[in-house]
């Protein structure tokens, strides 16, 4: 079936880089699009970016240069990195699963809590 | 970017009610719209896709209709599952965006 499971720090100093990987099963990356998605603590989701199956990547103009996708295929796996960490950066963050560029997103990931500490 | 203005922020209803929760698209956003529901730590889960389309497996109690830029989203028949918190999401431009989601509380 269907899964995708994000696994990165809970805990990231100020200014520093988070790196988080999804790793996904039941589906390839070179059929489907993977996005991810962050919610802060008791507010709504937005959207950081997309890596592309066939290996494009697109991203919110809200994280400027600040942030990275890439991908390694032979391991079913999605990378997220941000640099430049700020204390609202905090928030869950979710990878999720679409299946082409003008479908929703249909499958998530359980998501990871990461809090940025001063 | 598309903003998605949902209404209302929270609301209680009773077992058995009928509830509508809205969304307004700031442009044309056609029927690319869906709607997810979350539940306290976890991940969200499509109901609606298509604004009015059922995703597989989700009860036909919740429907989706739209009327030019305003979505609406309705669940029958409320049962002590269908608490959480519901979000609308526009898939039809790229930033993707979301509403800012509604709390659902069953009495």
């Known amino acids: 079936q269907v899964q995708l499971k994000e696994t990165g720090p809970d805990l990231v100093q100020l200014t520093q880089t988070l790196s988080i990987t999804c790793t996904v099963s039941?589906?390839?990356?070179?059929?489907?699009?993977v996005h991810w998605v962050r919610q802060p603590p008791g507010k709504g989701l937005e959207w950081m970016g997309a890596m592309w199956n066939g290996g494009g990547t697109d991203y919110n103009s809200a994280f400027k240069s600040r942030l990275s996708i890439s991908r390694d295929t032979s391991k079913s796996q999605v990378f997220l990195k941000m640099n430049s960490l700020q204390t609202d950066d905090t928030a869950k963050y979710f990878c999720?699963?679409?299946?082409?560029?003008?479908?929703?997103?249909?499958?998530w990931g359980q998501g990871v809590m990461v809090t940025v500490s001063s | 970017d598309i903003q998605m203005t949902q209404s209302p922020s929270s609301m209680s209803a009773s077992l058995g009610d009928t509830v509508t929760i809205n969304c307004l698209a700031s442009q044309d956003i056609g029927n690319y719209l869906s709607w997810y529901q979350q539940k306290p730590g976890k991940s969200p889960k499509l109901m609606i896709y298509g604004a009015t389309n059922l995703e597989d497996g989700v009860p036909s109690r919740f429907s989706g209709s739209r009327s030019g830029s305003d979505y609406s989203l309705t669940i029958n028949s409320l049962g002590y599952d269908d608490e959480g918190i519901y979000h609308c999401?526009?898939?039809?431009?790229?930033?993707?965006?979301f509403g800012s989601g509604t709390k659902l509380e069953i009495k």
């Open positions: 999720a699963r679409q299946d082409n560029i003008g479908t929703t997103l249909d499958y």
């Open positions: 999401h526009q898939y039809y431009e790229y930033p993707l965006t």
């Open positions: 039941g589906f390839s990356l070179t059929t489907y699009n």
